[in-house]
């Protein structure tokens, strides 16, 4: 089981493989210098990407990461504030990079348990023009946010808020296109209210590397600044960038195959008296297991070729890399595993 492609991982879907078709896409793409502006196909993305989400430009960047922090650094400046939420990515798991490299205070609010910062919180933490106050300058969502969708009704009222207040909006949109898909609704529906938005062609889209950042022209133009400054200025990127093309072309609607073999995974496990399973309403869900299960489930599972994050409230992903076929193995490991397990 050391090959990688043998393994059914649902750790993450940061893991696919790039498929064939995207290899070859990779393989033909013509590229150049995009320091200089140059790369065809990195224009390419980026136009089509801001066309797709109905935005005036777009910015190709290495990471999700370094679009949300080129954003914070766009829309904030020192010494002012982004209301977030507290379990959001770019406050939790960013490192803390608005804080440290943009001198950005963040404040943090309580996520609500379908994933929204509640509308009066939201009102109550923007502060007033006072000098002993931080400028409150940004809102920044994510959607969907630990496999939660936020509603369309919620994302107006939220962000026509944040406007009315004289705050900018931001969309940590890493997994927007599994909300679209899950709502039913267009990607540019999926992103209406929000100035700017990131995603990611790393996750369940499919690509080996990359995001866009999406905003108005001038905003990208500043925005690359910062992109130089942190390192993500790169150079024949089409190679790269052609891979997120082809994610964004192919990739997008078959996620309803990832939301659905997720509700599979979550029936049958919820089958297992002992685990306490949140059904998905997305590719990401959550389940609670007896915390003395855990180590020998790790081994039990990485014994019949799956990797999962075990612990006693562990997450489960699916992705392009997991099959129908792939679920029904997983979902008989469990049984397997918990049928002779006992506390
Ligand atoms: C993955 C992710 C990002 C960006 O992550 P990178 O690994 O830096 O590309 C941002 N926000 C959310 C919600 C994510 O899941």
Same mark, same amino acid.
């Given at each position: 089981m050391s090959d990688t492609n043998t393994w059914i991982d649902l750790r993450s879907d940061t893991v696919t493989? $790039?498929?064939?078709?995207?290899?070859?896409?990779?393989?033909?793409?013509?590229?150049?210098?995009?320091?200089?502006?140059?790369?065809p196909a990195v224009n390419r993305l980026q136009d089509f990407a801001a066309d797709l989400f109905g935005y005036e430009a777009g910015m190709f960047a290495p990471s999700g990461?370094?679009?949300?922090?080129?954003?914070?650094?766009?829309?904030?400046?020192?010494?002012?504030?982004?209301?977030?939420?507290?379990?959001?990515?770019?406050?939790?798991?960013?490192?803390g990079g608005a804080a440290v490299l943009g001198s950005i205070q963040p404040q943090p609010i309580a996520n609500q348990p379908d994933g929204s910062l509640a509308l009066a919180d939201i009102e109550g933490y923007i502060k007033p023009d006072d000098m002993h106050f931080?400028?409150?300058?940004?809102?920044?969502?994510?959607?969907?946010?630990? *496999?939660?969708?936020?509603?369309?009704?919620?994302?107006?009222?939220?962000?026509?808020?944040?406007?009315?207040?004289?705050?900018?909006?931001?969309?940590?949109?890493?997994?927007v296109c599994n909300a679209a898909v899950k709502n039913g609704v267009s990607l540019r529906d999926a992103v209406k209210g929000f100035d700017t938005v990131s995603v990611c062609l790393s996750k369940g889209? *499919?690509? $080996?590397? *990359?995001?866009?950042?999406?905003? $108005?022209?001038?905003?990208?133009?500043?925005?690359?600044?910062?992109?130089?400054m942190l390192g993500g200025?790169?150079?024949?990127?089409?190679?790269?960038?052609?891979?997120?093309?082809?994610?964004?072309?192919?990739?997008?609607?078959?996620?309803?195959?990832?939301?659905?073999?997720?509700?599979?995974?979550?029936? *049958?496990?919820?089958e297992i008296e002992v685990l306490k399973v949140t059904p998905p309403q997305t590719n990401i869900f959550w389940m609670d297991l007896p915390a003395a299960a855990c180590e020998p489930l790790?081994?039990?599972?990485?014994?019949?070729?799956?990797?999962?994050?075990?612990? $006693?409230?562990?997450?489960?992903?699916?992705h392009l890399d997991v099959s129908r076929d792939d679920v029904v193995k997983v979902v008989a490991a469990f049984k397997t595993f918990f049928k002779d397990w006992r506390a």
């Open positions: 493989q $790039p498929s064939q078709a995207m290899r070859a896409a990779m393989a033909a793409a013509e590229v150049g210098d995009d320091v200089y502006g140059d790369d990461t370094q679009t949300n922090l080129i954003a914070l650094m766009t829309h904030c400046g020192r010494g002012d504030e982004y209301l977030v939420g507290q379990e959001a990515h770019t406050y939790k798991y960013e490192g931080a400028r409150t300058r940004l809102l920044a969502l994510e959607n969907t946010i630990g *496999g939660r969708v936020l509603g369309q009704d919620y994302i107006a009222a939220a962000t026509s808020l944040a406007h009315a207040r004289g705050l900018a909006t931001h969309l940590d949109g890493a997994r889209l *499919g690509a $080996p590397v *990359g995001s866009v950042l999406l905003g $108005p022209k001038a905003f990208i133009e500043q925005g690359k600044r910062w992109r130089k200025g790169m150079r024949q990127a089409g190679v790269i960038a052609a891979a997120g093309q082809h994610a964004l072309q192919y990739n997008v609607q078959r996620l309803a195959e990832d939301h659905e073999n997720a509700a599979d995974l979550a029936r *049958g496990l919820a790790r081994k039990a599972l990485a014994d019949a070729g799956i990797r999962a994050t075990v612990g $006693p409230r562990m997450r489960l992903v699916t």
